[in-house]
């Protein structure tokens, strides 16, 4: 069955660094997101992505974060420079339709610590 | 704030039908319902989406009020492997994917 896939696992930084999510989506499928989930906390939106746009996104999505599909198969999340309520894990999607009438896939999780 | 209300937890026995209830009175024309669901602390997983019509597929079946002010998720065998955190979430058809996670339904099946 195909699945997305993320790297990396886990990731630990210093306040303050910049840090790369990567996400290899579903092959066929057209939308990507990224959502988080702080330890404890409830799945949060975070962006969506489309036709290399930004198709919505959420307050928490502010200039630290970036989004970018540099090659034919990469998704990735930029954190410019991270601070200590970065700390989460950080959930890719992808899916063949966008709107409401296709199912998100998600990734296992990156799970970043920021210290 | 997530527009369903869930219980936030029951037990199922194994082998038993488990029966998980959502609210959502204020949905409107244009959004589904959908049910992800979340194992420990693995990446959220779709279970069924629907309009207004009952839905079933290999995993569950999904049963709307006819006012679609309400549904339930069904799984119909629960097994141990399908303890997990449940989430009824409205999402409408212009949503690009922003799906509003809220606490859940924590299920723990029991042998």
């Known amino acids: 069955e195909p699945e997305v896939t993320q790297t990396p696992s886990h990731q630990v930084t210093q306040m303050g660094q910049e840090v790369i999510l990567r996400c290899v989506p579903i092959s066929n499928h057209l939308y990507f997101y990224w959502y988080r989930q702080i330890l404890g906390q409830k799945v949060e939106f975070l962006v969506s992505f489309y036709n290399n746009e930004i198709s919505e996104k959420s307050e928490i999505f502010d200039d630290q974060f970036s989004v970018e599909r540099p090659d034919g198969s990469n998704f990735t999340l930029k954190i410019r420079s991270t601070k200590l309520e970065d700390s989460a894990m950080y959930f890719c999607?992808?899916?063949?339709?966008?709107?409401?009438?296709?199912?998100?896939?998600f990734g296992e999780g990156s799970r970043l610590t920021v210290l | 704030d997530a527009k369903t209300t869930q219980p936030p937890s029951m037990d199922c026995a194994e082998g038993r039908a488990a029966n998980l209830p959502c609210n959502h009175s204020?949905?409107?024309?244009?959004?589904?319902v959908y049910w992800y669901r979340q194992i420990h602390s693995q990446g959220p997983q779709y279970i069924i989406h629907?309009?207004?019509n009952n839905e079933t597929n290999e995993m569950a079946s999904l049963i709307i009020t006819e006012d679609r002010k309400s549904s339930t998720l069904i799984l119909p065998h629960a097994t141990l492997r399908d303890t997990a955190v449940y989430y009824c979430i409205v999402s409408a058809t212009d949503s690009w994917g922003k799906l509003q996670f809220g606490a859940g339904t924590q299920v723990v099946v029991t042998p």
């Open positions: 629907g309009l207004k």
């Open positions: 204020t949905i409107s024309g244009n959004e589904y």
């Open positions: 999607a992808s899916s063949a339709w966008g709107g409401a009438t296709g199912e998100l896939f």
